[in-house]
């Protein structure tokens, strides 16, 4: 495994933008090197954000790091990029098992099993999920609502820098200098999952405003509020090495914003002191 | 100062501790018409305004914010104010003792009418 990963790593570093990060990730995640692996699964959703194979490499990260919310939005982006797809259906399968919601888990297990009748794990998790072998004989139901699972689905705390807080998973944005995502998450007015789009640009957003502020001869920068039609948003950097966005609807006071942010960069200053 | 925006510069600039007031080309962040004040010079400012109103613009989009209506960029010493209109970028920079609220108006109210 050792030898593949070097040979992955040499072909990523030739040519970054090829498919094999998806291998490359893969590898890694397999070898148990998380950080390795979710950091070239972002790189490569970043590139290729709409690439269903790619989302469901990044929820398999997520799920082995216990941040199933996030591995469940991920499988479900998938799966609206592409309906057949064999991994998610058996993500998400796995995700509302866990959950006890064997319904739902048990109509994904059936999709992934009729998508690769071969795969023995799939059709004994049907089994059993099902309870028993007479599943087989039952046609398989209408997909029932996919609503994520609530039991069980919040990441361990050590993995949430704005636990606790409102808007920890939709709201709050923490990115590290390369914009790569460090925590929590941000969604569209429409409920798109918006996170690494979002984290893409956020830090090169928050070095514009220091060089402003510098050019200005305005002194230290602290926040940087963009006011829009539908979504207002804060800017900071709660470390020098890290930024954050906090987002709060544009009907709510403007005067608020400022202190939503303020008191999550708080939380990821005292986070980020316990992780590092 | 070009003809059309100076009432609206000079309404700004008479607002107590505002610095300047520019209307720039959100394209090119060229200066379209300036009022400024002590040693501000209206280039640096244009170009520095309209990049990091291009990045707000962008992040916005990403985010599914909709179209990005004032901008503000809060220093210790002072504060940078961007409010797009259309086209153009009405920016302000006011120094520590402003009144940002009173501010804020008066430009959402010109850019309005920059529209």
Known sequence: MTEDIRALSAQYAADPSSLVFLRLGEALRQRGQSDSALKIAVQGLSRYPHLPDAHDLYARILADRQDYAGAFDEWDTTLRLSPHHLGAHKGIGFLYYRAGEPEQALYHLRVAASLDPEDAGVRLAVERVGGGQEIWDTPLPSEPPRDAPQVGTAAPAQWEPFAGLEGSRDRLLLVDQDGLRLGGGLAAPD??????????????????????????????????????????ACLLNPTGDTSLLAAMDAGLPAGQLSFFADRAAKAARAWLERVR | MNAPYAPVLEALTRLRGIRGALVVSGSDGLVVAESLIGGLKGGPLAAVAATLAGRAIELAGRGGFGAPRFLHLQADDGALLVAPAADLLLVAVAGRDVALGLLRLEMLRTAERLR
């Open chain 1, 191 to 232: 409920g798109r999952n918006v996170s690494d789009e979002a984290a893409a640009m956020l830090a090169g957003t928050t070095r514009e405003a220091g060089r402003a502020a510098r050019m200005l001869e305005l002194g230290e920068w602290s926040h940087f509020t963009i006011e829009s039609a539908e979504v207002s």
